[in-house]
């Protein structure tokens, strides 16, 4: 599977440590860092991983709730 999304710098390095750590299976290819209107920097990265018995939207779930949170401590 392949998608596409604009990521907060932070989140996104968040995420590549953990498919680093985790040796998921997952190819992360990144675009040009860009500022949005409203100051926040953010990556277009094209995220590819396996049909099978991964699951993306749980793992992204897992790095977001770790960075918001040692974001917030």
Known sequence: MRREMDL?????????????DGQLPVRIQRGVPFTDEN?????TVVIGHPDTDFDFNEVMAEVINEHYHLKDS
């Open 8 to 20: 907060n710098a932070g989140l996104l390095q968040a995420f590549i440590r953990k498919v680093q």
């Open 39 to 43: 100051g926040t920097e953010l990556e």
